[in-house]
């Protein structure tokens, strides 16, 4: 039932079908339900966080830094009774124990970063689920920036000094920069939040903060870094050092986290061309690596290595994103080569058929999303910014009961590029879907070649959205 949900058809490229639905499957695993029924048939659970029983639901087993990504926007699309669930359970632990989850199994684990609960309950809002007391959310949202807690991983780890400086210190805290470009992004979530319900000061504010990544861009050499204190660049620099400021990657691979203005990125690099070749060189440059403060090799370098694929990591989280972000730069053919490529060289149906942590289904949504042709690249935006379709044909079944069904005629091995595209019959130049226009259901008809055209999905008005107004470049 699950499953069939969507129905992919039509191989172009051989055993992508069982891949396609063993990825489907894991993107379905988690989150576990933490509750059962009673005799009148009505949720309850025990709380892992107060130790009662409650009535209600309780979702677990969910880590929000990888989950936030595509996991839960794939649920906003086709499986909303997860995200319903999951809304209510994000607000009762936030009843129970003072904070959001952000790593739970079953209770508050201290285990990565960011504040990415505001993720979920942003792009749920934003994608029409209003199953949650909005004022409640956003009480729980506000207090999970201002506020470290039980453990490092909830509530905001260097939240005084975020707020003060503008960015999270390092070496007084690890991890400082993902932090930093983590909470950024979670802040353009709150105001966006904010600003929906009509709490504008709130919005204003924190759309604000949310432009913090600047503070750690430095122009000079193009990529994002760690500062002290004193807002001194820490010494020495190197892009392909992991740990330290950053989480299981190093600044090649989060030079690229500003889910929500890639636009504001681009200006700060230089301009589209600029940041379309910077992107271009993680590819080309050498896969080579320092384990920084790690002290060993941690298997998400080894990955990267053994894809040899250059500095390009798919086999962790923080980069998964990057390929899409061509569409944002006028560039949207060098998104669907590399998508296809990614898709397939580094999944298959086998035992050694994932490129790395499978992470509670965030590598197989990745692939799910891009097998159908999109990817949410920025949740809480309701857009699915385009890849390439994998498959001849797709048909989503929605809640709804309507379908969106995508057809790429003249897909194959070599024609990963898209030539044109009709929307329900009409062309449609953008580089993005909306949420509204998938799940009205219809029909989106690509045709796809072995040359890019150059001329599709280069207009202001086809690339995603971001925050920064978009400029025209010559
Ligand atoms: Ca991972």
Known sequence: EKLGRIRVEGEVFPNTLPTFYSCLYRALLFPRKFFEYDEQNQPIYYSPYDGKVHKGVMYTDNGFWDTFRSVH????????????????????????????????????????????????????????????????????MLNQTQAQGPVSSVGRNGYEAYHMLG?????????????????????????????????????????????NYRNLFDPQIGFMRAKNKRGEWIEPFEATEWGGPFTEGCSWHYTWSVFHDVEG???LMGGYEVMSQRLDSMFSAPNTFNYGTYGFVIHEI????????????????????????????????????????????????????????????????????????????????????????????????????????????????????????????????????????IVSGGKFDLKMSNTPNKKRGVEIDDLPYSYTEKKLEK
């Not at 319903?84 to 209770?107: H, K, M, R, T």
């Open 73 to 140: 926007p794939l649920f906003t699309m086709i499986y909303p009774e997860i995200t319903e669930g999951v809304l209510q359970s994000l607000i009762n632990v936030y009843n129970e124990s003072g904070f959001l989850p952000e790593w739970a199994s079953p209770g508050h684990r201290n285990c990565m970063i960011g504040n990415n609960s505001l993720s979920l309950i942003t792009d749920a809002w934003q994608k029409g689920f209003r199953n949650i007391d909005a004022k409640r959310a956003l009480e729980a």
């Open 167 to 211: 960015y999270v210190p390092y070496p007084d805290y690890f991890e400082s920069s993902a932090k930093t470009l983590e909470y950024a992004y979670a802040d353009w979530c709150l105001a966006t939040f904010a600003k929906s319900i009509g709490e504008e000061k709130i919005a204003e504010e924190y759309f604000q903060k949310a432009q």
């Open 265 to 267: 990125l681009a200006q």
């Open 302 to 437: 080894a990955e990267m290595v053994a894809l040899n694929m250059g500095q390009y990591a798919h086999g962790n989280q923080p980069v998964q994103h990057a390929i899409y972000l061509y569409n944002y730069l006028k560039q949207p053919w060098k998104a669907q080569q590399r998508i296809r490529e990614v898709m397939c060289r580094l999944y298959s149906a086998t035992p050694d058929g994932y490129c790395g942590d499978e992470d509670n289904g965030q590598t197989s949504a990745w692939y799910v999303f891009s097998a159908l042709g999109f990817y949410p690249v920025c949740p809480g935006t309701a857009e699915y910014v385009l890849g390439s379709p994998l498959f001849q044909k797709a048909t989503l079944t929605l809640p709804s009961g309507k379908t969106f069904e995508i057809n790429a005629s003249n897909n194959s091995l070599e024609n990963v590029y898209i030539k044109h595209v009709l929307l329900n019959g009409k062309t449609f130049e953008h580089n993005y879907l909306t949420h509204k226009q």
